[in-house]
């Protein structure tokens, strides 16, 4: 029965993962998720239905919970919008990714930050022509401007959704994220990915846009965003794709991984579990020495927690860095904490720094309000 369940490959699975068809019989899928030796051991213990269901009931949950804030394009619920999109006289702003990071990506839709997401699958890229379509609905007359991560599959379908919004007369930008120092040197940074620094891309190029900026400058306000934002994170265990029904690495239970990604991109260096104060140590040490910010800057500072990490571990993360910034002159202009970019349960976090001027204060401090995300 678990050899039935897994002997069909879904075409949208990431990274040749193996999952149960969308056609298998629920029992099937039943026997499947309970077995252990699905796992090696290890049975998924996870709330839903069908693995196969897993995204488009999450996103129709999400749809009926923010009615005031959210919509679909064109009935299909991987296509979500603003619920008063379009917005005449804006510059529209897009993203899109797999599903598995919220509130990354949809979940900052809404006022003062993006117009539109596309929704993939678990880790999967959406496709062109649901990007496509939602370039379509946001379009306001002033153009659209893409910011989303530095993943081969997601640059592939953006660049042809662009495309075919070129030939209506639809003028698209694009802006990457590459935020994560631990995915590629500093002389290699075009290789970097793109992690937990994306929400400060939205939210600086959403309040250029709110605030009726051009297409240039809303561009100019993300990429000026990301050129003083890094990353650096850690983890401590991994996460389970639903349709995969495994972990989608394995670590030691003494064990982290300093600079994986949030795919489970292999990492700097796996070692022993280290304290608190010395896994923010190792993070802010190559985040700083990648940044390089002196005394007398200010900084905004995004504690992030990967899916299963307590606040208040998170806390005990921010203490530290706190600590450091303070203690080499550095000021702290706002402080985030909280869970921003996940990768399903994944134990661990990542800190993000992003170096401010007036300018880029004056955008961060902009109101925002999405299903995820406030600030007045």
């Known amino acids: 029965m678990v050899e039935q369940a897994q002997g069909h490959r879904l075409r949208s699975a990431p990274r040749g993962i193996v999952a149960a068809a969308p056609t298998t019989p629920p029992e099937v899928v039943f026997q499947a998720l309970k077995h252990p030796s699905i796992q090696g051991g290890y049975a998924m213990k996870k709330i839903l239905n069908r693995p196969a269901d897993f995204v488009p009931e999450m996103l129709d949950g999400l749809l009926k919970a923010h009615p005031d804030q959210l919509a679909c394009e064109g009935g299909d619920l991987h296509c979500i919008v603003r619920a008063e999109a379009p917005i005449q006289g804006k510059v529209a702003l897009s993203t899109g990714g797999g599903s598995g990071h919220l509130p990354v990506f949809l979940g900052y839709v809404g006022k003062g930050m993006l117009d539109g997401c596309a929704v993939g699958d678990v880790f999967s890229s959406p496709s062109a022509e649901q990007m496509y379509a939602i370039t379509k609905r946001i379009h306001g007359g002033r153009g659209v401007v893409y910011i989303y991560g530095n993943y081969g599959g997601d640059i592939l379908n953006f660049d042809m959704a662009a495309e075919m ?90 064990e982290m991984e300093i600079g994986m990604g949030i795919h489970g991109e292999p990492g700097v260096k796996r070692e022993k579990l280290q304290t608190a104060d010395q896994i923010t140590e190792r993070m802010m040490a190559a985040i700083l020495g990648d940044l390089k910010p002196t005394a007398g800057d200010r900084l905004a500072v995004m504690v992030n927690g990967l899916g299963a990490t307590p606040l208040e571990e998170l806390y005990i993360i921010f203490r530290k860095a706190h600590t450091i910034l303070t203690s080499q002159g550095m000021q702290i202009h706002r402080a985030y904490v909280g869970e921003y970019a996940t990768s399903m349960e994944m134990a661990g976090a990542s800190i993000t720094l992003m170096r401010l001027d007036d300018e880029l204060i004056e955008l961060l401090d902009h109101p925002a309000h999405t299903p995820f995300f406030t600030q007045v």
Do not use: Q
């Open 165 to 254: 919004a070129a030939f209506d007369g639809i003028e698209v930008r694009t802006v990457l994220v590459k935020d994560d120092v631990a995915s590629a040197p500093p002389e290699e940074a075009h290789r970097r990915r793109g992690v937990a620094g994306m929400v400060f891309a939205f939210k600086c190029a959403g309040a250029r846009a709110d605030k009726g900026g051009t297409l240039d400058e809303v561009v100019a306000a993300a990429e000026k965003a990301l050129r003083n934002t890094r990353t650096m994170g850690v983890a401590l265990s991994p996460c389970t794709v639903p349709m995969a029904g495994k972990p989608t690495f394995t670590i030691g239970e003494d």
